[in-house]
Every structure is written in C-alpha cells, then in structure tokens.
C-alpha cells in the first residue's frame, strides 16, 4: 500500500464513484471519502477498511473543508454546483498546503484560483477541467496530434452526449451562460478567435447511436490552449444538442437572460432537465474529429457506453494517480489537466477499461 493518501469530496455521486471504483480497482492509495452523510458512504461503500476511511464534510463550512483536506497528499473535488462551489476546496487545499484536482472548470475558476494562489502565496499544484467536458474532449485532440505523422489543420471537433441531465449539470449550464463562458459562434485561427457566421443548428450525422445532432459552436480556454501547444492553424468546436427544439430553448435562455435571480437560474436549469429527458436508456458520448491532412477529410472518434459523469471520475482519478507519481516542482499553480497528464499513459489506462474506445 502506497503511504499516500487520496481524498474525495462527493464521493457518493457519478463523479464521485467514477473516481473511487477506480482508485480501489489500482489498489494503491489510502482513501479517505468525504460526504455531508456518513450512512450514505457506509452503505455505498461498505464498512471502513485498510484502504478507505469515512469523513464528514461540507465544503460551504471553512472548518469542515480544512479539517478533511488536512488529512490528505492530494484533494479531488466532485462536488457541484461548480459555479457555486467555485474555489472553496482549492482554498482549503492552498492553506493545508495539499495538491488539487477539479472534475469541472472553466474561466471563472481559473481566474477565482489565480487570485487566491496570490493571497495565499500558494506553492501547490491545482488542476482542473480534469472531466470529460472540458477535460476528455481537449486531451482526445492532443492524443491525435501526438499520434499523427503528418500535419493536421482545419480541425473540427463535436461533442454530443446521451443520458438525462443532472440537476447540478444543469446549473453550471445555465451559470456559464450568465458568466458568459467560452467564445460563443467563434472558431480558432492562428491563435486568437472569430467570429462565425453560419454553423449555429446546423444539423450533422453522427455514428450510431447518435445519429443527427445540431451544433452549438463554441471555443473554451481548454481548447485553445491545446491548438496553441500544437500550433495548429484553423479549428472549430461545436458542442450539440440531439434536437432542434433542445438547442433553440437553450439560445432563448441566454437571449431572454433567464438567470438574473437565483430562481429564474433554478427555473431555466430545470427547463433544461426536463426538456432532456428522454425514454432512451442508452448513456454515453461521443468526440467525433474531422481533419484536413494531404488534402484528404478524414476522421476519428472515442466513444463511450458509460455516463459521462461517471467517465469525468475515471479521468479525473487516473490524473491523481499521475500527479502522485511524478516530480510536479515546474507544474505549481494552477492549470487544465491536458497540461499535467501523460496522454499517452492515460489513453493505455481509460482503454484498458470497458468504457472508452477509439475508432480510425
């Protein structure tokens, strides 16, 4: 047993079980599980044992969040909201001076990380945007641009999901709407990012079972920064929506600003589930890539069977694994997890799973 010890905050939900499954499956590190309920982690979990031990937590509460984070060589946050949660883990990681991993991210994260790491004269290292998306869908592309031989450019990437919403997966949407997240109808050209003018709704064929999709161009900080690593010239990014209808509810909410108050973003966020429920059972996603290379299209996608929520955990707890396993003195501060991993051992790791395949 590995004398380092892990902690996770929301153990007990999809994010939170992603990262615990996988941790116990390596059989390496001490766990120690933190949840608002004690019962709930026993009776997920079992009884504490050699390698998992209980705690209560709230990360609203100062002295709680401490006291858990404290305990522990490294912290991986899996409780949402994240836009309300925002750097409150991070803080407490930054005073017990203990590395950090967050599931989710976004401009607003980074930005409230960055001004504590200077209150605090903080020396650890923070990662976040360690999930699917953001996280997955930035380390696939870098994955590809390591892999491939020949010069790529003109990328167009597409991120389409199958499953019902969360209520707090919900909440952040509406949020980085509010916080104006991303670069909406933009795409990437040598370094900096322009404005579109066609791409929104437009309707694309996906793989089975995705089928036809409508598209939401978008540009995140993430993906920027991978193209600029790579030095790729021209890319697109569109996160899509499975209806017409979906995505035209979802531009009504940002253009009609629906989120003023702290009920109208609880209201739009549960337009949101409701209007993505759906009879299907499948759950899963897709990184689908289209490429230009020599002149010819071509394309490759990952695709999973497993909820993406429950994937984020998987990502998120094989990037733990490498953090405590490498010298991390010129990665402190703060950065997106595509920065800090190894893509190459990760992609050995996730398709030695059964929830991650890769077609050419």
């Not at 990681?93 to 001004?115: H, P, Q, R, W």
Request: net charge negative.
């Amino acid at each position: 047993m590995n004398e380092k010890s892990i902690g996770i905050v929301g153990a007990t939900g999809q994010v939170g079980s992603g990262i615990v499954e996988t941790l116990l499956k390596n059989n390496t590190y001490e766990l120690l599980l933190g949840g608002r309920k004690i019962d709930k982690l026993r009776e997920k979990y079992g009884k504490e044992s050699e390698p998992i031990k209980y705690q209560t937590v709230d990360v609203f509460d100062e002295k709680s969040i401490l006291s858990f984070c404290g305990q522990c060589d490294l912290v991986i946050n899996a409780v949402g909201p994240s836009s309300l949660v925002l750097d409150r883990v991070a803080n407490a990681c930054m005073l017990t001076n203990v590395d950090y991993i967050d599931v989710s991210g976004d401009k607003t994260m980074k930005m409230a990380i960055e001004e504590s790491i200077t209150k605090y004269d903080s020396n650890i290292s923070l990662v976040i945007s360690a999930g699917v998306y953001p996280g997955l869908t930035e380390m696939f592309l870098a994955f590809l641009l390591q892999q491939n031989k020949e010069p790529i450019d003109n990328i167009s990437s597409y991120f389409a999901g199958k499953g019902n919403f969360s209520e707090t997966g919900a909440y952040d949407i509406i949020s980085s709407l509010e916080n104006d997240e991303g670069y909406g109808m933009t795409y990437y050209c040598q370094g900096e990012t322009k404005k579109l003018t066609s791409g929104l709704g437009s309707p694309v064929n996906l793989p089975s079972p995705f089928h036809q999709v409508y598209t939401l161009p978008v540009i995140s900080e993430e993906f920027m920064e991978c193209l600029k690593d790579f030095r790729v010239v021209n890319a697109y990014f569109y996160n899509t929506f499975p209806t017409s209808k979906m995505l035209s509810d979802f531009i009504m909410i940002k253009a009609m600003q629906q989120f003023k108050t702290e009920a109208e973003k609880r209201g739009s966020a549960r337009r949101l589930v409701d209007n993505y429920e759906t009879q299907d059972k499948y759950q899963g996603f897709i990184i689908y890539i289209v490429w230009d290379e020599k002149g010819a299209k071509k394309t490759t996608w990952l695709q999973s069977n497993a909820n993406w929520n429950y994937c984020s955990g998987i990502i998120a707890a094989i990037t733990a694994m490498q953090m405590l396993d490498i010298n991390l003195t010129n990665k402190r501060r703060c950065h997106y997890a595509q920065s800090i991993v190894n893509i190459e051992a990760l992609f050995k790791h996730l398709l030695s799973t059964d929830y991650i395949s890769i077609i050419n």
